[in-house]
């Protein structure tokens, strides 16, 4: 400890005290504060965007909808190949020999097949067609389910592989205006599944997959991972943050909606994600966490760390603090 | 007549007694003057001293809102006029935590207030700190709304890389709800008492000395005056 | 978006937010004003007077603890 610490020539203070009422400093305090808070909330009050529900989702943007919906039949989507905590398929982030996302395993298991496609359709009442085509799809084997799936999602994959490179996108998929309908060329035989998406869409303007997300479980839910997760894999909370500058590029997480201020103490956080290696990295969620825990354990520690705890010594803004004591001690 | 009872008289408690233990170390280490002081050293004489009372008063104030906000249910604050105006005073009040917080971190550093043998203060102070923000998510994704939505499916992706998603779900409401309103007040409660009980115990950090060549020539100066040596900064500690 | 408490707001903030922009730092206007604060304040703290000078020096004069 005496290595780290240095010469720390600190006494205590044997010199005077002058009366300081302790209580009537906090009760002065908290009316201050109080006050401003009061005044803050009467001259710019709070943010409240209502939440995005799935059925806005699926009547404001069919496309995107059935490509995603499609996309979690098929196991491709953001939360199908996730890892965990919600399935084995993929491995999650690591930092060379640490994976803790691995290791902690799968805690809220998410078969995105099952819970967000086939779950609600089985909820779906008098409808022959659907309950034709779930009993195919149900009786087929794993191999023919998945052609069926990805036969169905490719045309939406090419789509957004075209945009992103700013070239033509292929017309296999189209949406009517008037109905909201989305009409798919799929790049081979789909089988049942254009039934199944197309009952979903429905199911999903009526509000139907929200609620049956919601009370998959038990009646009574406070959890909203699989809807949240369902609508995160798509675009529409990704399009609403990109206009309230909420998109890690944009610095997001220091951000709130509209122009309130967000969260400033987070700027250190924030600022990792937008400067290699951590930018372009595909584990740069744990990077970021990794070093901000390392710096957030020198923060702690930094009465111990030599260099660090002389700057205040070195730079003397103390003597702007404590200017009246001095002027006292040399001229005393 | 008084319905305050006698002060009790002393027994005859074994040595080992558990109440008389803890009693004995409380008193030894904060006998109600240094618990409840009425001066402070004449060094404490800036306005950087009132950012760590500030943010307790913020504190005050989110949690008095926080309790009003509690009492009606989290869904209340989005139908009303009244539960919007404490959820505005309760996001400003966070606001100003950590305005006050950081402000007074700053004065702290500049002041390196882990001396003489006040590092556990520096510590709890930190830890505090660094309490607080995952006091504020948890608020944050409980606010019911599509910011509330954008940051639970955004902050799970760094809580799963580490692990901690496992067991801290941000899109779990009910669980984020439990730990902003129960969990993280009670701990940042506790460190900011562990805190201040430590800074009574220790007292407000002495100023640095004044290196001894500067001050024997400030003295020099002042001719007449008796030459106090450098560094000492008074008499006797009372 | 609420319009039940914005409507008693003198200033309506619901409104996509101004940045700065440098290089590749992009920070909210809000928050950019918020952080100059907090430098303003802790600067006026660390310099401006601070009330009780006179009880100090009667303090140190008078000597002895209060």
Not at chain 1, 124 to 133: I, Q, R
């Amino acid at each position: 400890m005496s290595l780290l610490r240095l010469k720390d020539d600190t006494q205590p203070w044997k010199g005077r005290y002058y009366p300081y009422d302790l209580v009537k400093e906090l009760c002065i305090a908290v009316g201050v504060i109080a006050l401003l808070a009061l005044l803050l909330t009467v001259l710019f009050s709070s943010p409240d965007d209502k939440p995005s529900t799935i059925a806005q989702w699926s009547r404001q943007l069919p496309q995107n909808f059935v490509g995603t919906a499609a996309s979690q039949l098929a196991g491709t989507s953001g939360t199908a190949t996730y890892g965990p905590p919600y399935n084995h398929n993929g491995t999650g982030q690591e930092a060379w020999i640490i994976k803790p996302q691995k290791w902690l395993g799968v805690s809220h298991p998410i078969d995105t097949e099952r819970d967000f496609v086939v779950g609600p359709l089985e909820t779906v009442p008098n409808d022959p067609a659907l309950t034709a085509a779930l009993a195919q799809y149900k009786a087929a084997p794993e191999k023919q389910k998945k052609e069926w799936a990805e036969a169905y999602a490719k045309p939406f994959a090419e789509i957004a592989e075209a945009e992103e490179a700013g070239k033509k996108p292929p017309a296999t998929v189209s949406v009517e205006e008037a109905t909201g309908t989305v009409t798919v060329t799929p790049s081979g035989d789909a089988g049942p599944v254009p039934v199944m998406m197309n009952s979903l869409l429905a199911l999903a303007k009526s509000g139907g997959v929200d609620g049956s997300l919601l009370t998959s479980k038990q009646f009574f839910q406070t959890d909203y991972t699989k809807p949240l997760l369902f609508m995160a894999d798509g675009g529409l909370l990704e399009e609403r943050a990109k206009a309230q500058h909420l998109l890690g590029e944009q610095w997001g997480m220091m951000n709130e909606t509209g122009s309130y201020p967000g969260q400033p103490w987070l700027w250190l956080y924030a600022l990792w994600y937008q400067v290699e290696p951590f930018k372009s990295s595909e584990n740069a969620d744990i990077l970021v966490m990794m070093v901000m825990g390392v710096l957030s354990l020198a923060f702690i520690c930094i009465p111990f760390i030599p260099g660090i705890n002389r700057i205040p010594r070195k730079i003397p803004i103390y003597k702007l603090i404590w200017k009246e004591h001095y002027r006292d001690v040399t001229s005393s | 007549m008084s319905s305050v009872a006698p002060d009790p008289p002393a027994t005859q408690a074994p040595e080992k007694s558990w109440t008389v233990k803890v009693r004995e170390a409380g008193v030894e280490a904060l006998p109600p003057e240094k618990l409840l002081p009425d001066g402070q050293p004449t060094y404490v004489a800036s306005w950087i001293y009132m950012f760590g009372v500030a943010s307790i008063a913020s504190l005050i104030v989110i949690i008095t809102s926080g309790s009003i906000l509690a009492l009606k249910g989290p869904a209340w604050w989005h139908y009303t006029g009244v539960g919007h105006f404490f959820n505005s005073v309760h996001l400003w009040s966070v606001e100003l935590f950590f305005f006050a917080m950081v402000v007074h971190l700053w004065g702290k550093y500049w002041m390196a207030a882990w001396r003489g043998g006040r590092s556990r203060v520096w510590v709890t102070g930190a830890i505090t700190f660094l309490v607080a923000v995952p006091a504020a998510l948890t608020g944050y994704v409980s606010q019911q709304n599509f910011d509330a939505q954008w940051i639970s499916t955004q902050a799970k992706d760094g809580l799963n890389s580490v692990g901690v998603g496992a067991f801290f779900n941000v899109t779990n409401f009910g669980q984020m709800y439990s730990y902003h309103v129960l969990l993280l007040p009670i701990a940042v409660v506790g460190l900011v008492s562990a805190h201040v009980l430590l800074v009574r115990k220790h007292g407000v950090v002495p100023p640095f000395k004044l290196e001894r060549r500067k001050a024997a020539l400030a003295t020099a100066a002042s001719a007449g005056h008796d030459g106090s040596p450098a560094g000492t900064d008074g008499g006797a500690q009372s | 978006m609420s319009s039940v408490g914005v409507l008693g707001a003198v200033f309506n903030l619901n409104h996509p937010a101004h940045t700065v922009d440098w290089e590749f730092i992009h920070l909210s206007v809000a928050n950019v004003i918020v952080i100059a604060v907090m430098l303003i304040v802790f600067a006026l703290a660390i310099v401006l007077p601070f009330p009780g000078a006179a009880s100090r020096r009667a303090a140190r004069g008078r000597g002895g603890s209060s």
